[in-house]
Structures are given as structure tokens and as C-alpha cells.
């Protein structure tokens, strides 16, 4: 009788056990919203946790676009949701924006913006360290990261994967949703012919007069001339058709070309996505699911 008693009680702990992996195993989904990664009121960001993750759930960083100086990540949580249906941990990151004042006058004011470039670069820094150390708690992996952005979030999601921030190699795959990949001028003349306000803004984003003698600074907040150095990783670019944004010239489809280009010849895996028919914001039906489906593809052949 003792020896059945003991059989039971084994064969009801076995059970319990096997219960209670299964209910780990099937982790239910969650949206933390707002945790802070720094003093700023903007540093924070948003994690969606897919249902059944684990340690090899892959984790992308999505960045919102607005020209550096405006946006939110609100613009892109619709984003975030549909990446994480396919399986995701998505890190919907708000960073600080360049200032603007004055920038609308007449004249215009030409000041520096105590938010450039850089900092948003430790924005993003700071949201995946900290994001990070939270991979086992959050239940994701720890280094199968990837980094995705629209417009300005586009060419900040290349400039961390492509920077020295990205040095331990933890995001090993960036998507380019619409961004401009090339701030670097061949010489002085070719600013003039830009819209003066545009001008003060490149100026204050990067955080340096658009002088000759100024161009490394502006190679350095471009993800082409990054490229060019050896320093790019897998990359999909994804272009709408109709990329003007506002009044401006639409110039991206050389600049892509370029840029697809300088990937293929140093080697770098990457793909070219047209969308067409799309605008700058992918807003016409059907945009972002195609643009969603390409970079979720593209990032799990490279995340396996």
C-alpha cells in the first residue's frame, strides 16, 4: 500500500510539473506601454510580447518617423501590433526631437538644437539596453534583434545598425521603410539650391554648419556613406513610388539605387521592395501589409 501511495503521489507531482510547463510554454500576449528608459519625458518606449515567446523569440526595434523633429511612437503602434502577430517581440521606441523654433519665421532663426542626431542615437541605446536586460524576464531572446523604421525612424534604424552603438552585435538585421539614406553634399553650392528652412534643419539635426569643411559630419549622419565604409548589415530597403514628402522634389529612387548598389558590392545581403502606387506614408490600402509581410520574411530567414 505504502509503495502504491508513493507511485501516486510521484505520478500526481509528474502531472503538476507537466501542467505547469505547458502553461509557461503558452505565455500569453502583453503590451507594457510607457517604460521609461531615461529623465526625458520622450524616453520611453512601448514592448509588445507575443503570445507563446520565448528565449529565441526574435525582437525588433521600431522607430517612428517625423523628420527628427516631430512624431510619436503612437504613429506606428498599428505597426508594432502586426509584427508582433507574426511572431515579434516589438520595441515601439520614442526618442527626443530636434527643436524647431523658429525655424517657421521670417527670417528664419538659425540656432542649434540641443537635441541632434547623436542623442537620439543614445535614445535608442538606452531603450535596448535596458529592454535587454529585461530578455528573461520578458521571456525573448537576448541577441536575434532587428531594427525597423519609417522616414526619419528609417535612416536613425540604419545609423544605430550600421554605428557604434550597434558594436556587440545584438541587432544583426535592418529594415528602411521610406528613409533617406544620403545627407552629404558633393560641395557647397548644391545646399544653396535647397529650401532654406530644410537647410536649417539638416543643420540642426546633425548639429554642424553645411560648410565644406563640415562634410565628415555630414557623411557620418549618412547610412550610404556608412555603407561605403564596410559597415552596413542585412537590409531591406522598402520604397513607395510617390516618395515626395510635402512640396519637396522626390530624388530617392537614384539614392536607392545607389545605395542597393554600394550593399550588393560590399557584399551585404539586402533586397530592394518597390511599393506601387504607395505615398511617403504607405497610406493607400494594402501598403503596410505588403511592407509589413517583406520585413517580417526578411527578418526571420535572418534570425533563425
Same mark, same amino acid.
Given at each position: 500500500?505504502?509503495?502504491?501511495?508513493v507511485?501516486?503521489t510521484?505520478?500526481?507531482?509528474?502531472?503538476?510539473t507537466?501542467?505547469?510547463?505547458?502553461k509557461?510554454?503558452?505565455?500569453?500576449?502583453?503590451?507594457?506601454?510607457?517604460?521609461?528608459?531615461?529623465?526625458?519625458p520622450? $524616453?520611453?518606449?512601448d514592448?509588445?510580447?507575443?503570445?507563446?515567446?520565448?528565449e529565441?523569440?526574435?525582437?525588433?526595434?521600431?522607430?517612428?518617423?517625423?523628420?527628427?523633429?516631430?512624431?510619436?511612437k503612437?504613429?506606428?503602434?498599428?505597426?508594432? $501590433?502586426?509584427?508582433?502577430?507574426q511572431?515579434f517581440?516589438v520595441?515601439?521606441?520614442?526618442y527626443?526631437?530636434?527643436?524647431?523654433?523658429?525655424?517657421?519665421?521670417?527670417?528664419?532663426?538659425?540656432?542649434?538644437?540641443?537635441?541632434?542626431i547623436?542623442?537620439?542615437?543614445?535614445d535608442?541605446?538606452a531603450?535596448?539596453?535596458?529592454?535587454?536586460?529585461?530578455s528573461?524576464e520578458?521571456?525573448?531572446?537576448?541577441?536575434?534583434?532587428?531594427?525597423?523604421?519609417?522616414?526619419?525612424?528609417?535612416?536613425?534604424?540604419?545609423?544605430?545598425?550600421?554605428?557604434?552603438?550597434?558594436?556587440?552585435?545584438?541587432?544583426?538585421?535592418?529594415?528602411?521603410?521610406?528613409?533617406?539614406t544620403?545627407?552629404a553634399? $558633393?560641395?557647397?553650392?548644391?545646399?544653396a539650391?535647397?529650401?532654406?528652412?530644410?537647410?536649417?534643419?539638416?543643420?540642426?539635426?546633425?548639429?554642424?554648419?553645411?560648410?565644406?569643411a /563640415?562634410?565628415?559630419a555630414?557623411?557620418?549622419?549618412?547610412?550610404?556613406?556608412?555603407?561605403?565604409?564596410?559597415?552596413?548589415l542585412?537590409?531591406?530597403?522598402?520604397?513607395?513610388?510617390?516618395n515626395?514628402?510635402?512640396d519637396?522634389?522626390?530624388?530617392?529612387?537614384?539614392?536607392?539605387?545607389?545605395?542597393?548598389?554600394?550593399?550588393?558590392?560590399?557584399?551585404?545581403?539586402?533586397?530592394?521592395?518597390?511599393?506601387?502606387?504607395?505615398?511617403?506614408?504607405?497610406?493607400k490600402?494594402? /501598403?503596410?501589409?505588403?511592407v509589413?509581410?517583406?520585413?517580417?520574411a526578411?527578418?526571420?530567414?535572418?534570425?533563425q
Open positions: 500500500m505504502k509503495s502504491l501511495t507511485y501516486f510521484l505520478c500526481a507531482f509528474l502531472v503538476l507537466s501542467c505547469k510547463k505547458d509557461k510554454l503558452t505565455t500569453e500576449a502583453q503590451v507594457i506601454t510607457n517604460i521609461s528608459f531615461g529623465a526625458d520622450a $524616453q520611453k518606449m514592448a509588445y510580447l507575443p503570445e507563446g515567446r520565448n529565441q523569440t526574435p525582437v525588433v526595434v521600431m522607430l517612428h518617423g517625423g523628420g527628427f523633429v516631430a512624431g510619436d503612437a504613429d506606428v503602434s498599428a505597426r508594432a $501590433q502586426q509584427l508582433s502577430a511572431g517581440v520595441l515601439n521606441v520614442n527626443r526631437l530636434v527643436n524647431i523654433d523658429g525655424v517657421l519665421s521670417n527670417p528664419i532663426v538659425h540656432k542649434p538644437s540641443p537635441v541632434k547623436a542623442d537620439q542615437l543614445n535608442i541605446q531603450a535596448v539596453n535596458l529592454a535587454a536586460a529585461k528573461s520578458w521571456r525573448m531572446s537576448s541577441d536575434k534583434w532587428a531594427i525597423a523604421g519609417h522616414s526619419a525612424g528609417a535612416t536613425l534604424a540604419l545609423l544605430y545598425a550600421y554605428g557604434d552603438k550597434n558594436t556587440v552585435g545584438r541587432v544583426k538585421v535592418a529594415a528602411n521603410w521610406a528613409g533617406a544620403n545627407f553634399f $558633393q560641395d557647397e553650392s548644391e545646399v539650391l535647397l529650401d532654406p528652412r530644410i537647410v536649417e534643419v539638416i543643420y540642426r539635426a546633425v548639429g554642424a554648419e553645411p560648410v565644406q /563640415n562634410i565628415l555630414y557623411m557620418a549622419a549618412s547610412p550610404m556613406w556608412l555603407a561605403i565604409q564596410g559597415k552596413a542585412a537590409t531591406i530597403n522598402i520604397r513607395p513610388e510617390f515626395n514628402v510635402g519637396l522634389p522626390d530624388g530617392s529612387k537614384t539614392e536607392y539605387d545607389k545605395f542597393t548598389q554600394i550593399l550588393t558590392e560590399k557584399g551585404v545581403t539586402n533586397k530592394r521592395v518597390e511599393v506601387a502606387g504607395a505615398d511617403h506614408g504607405f497610406s490600402a494594402g /501598403n503596410w501589409d505588403l509589413i509581410n517583406e520585413t517580417s526578411f527578418f526571420k530567414a535572418r534570425l
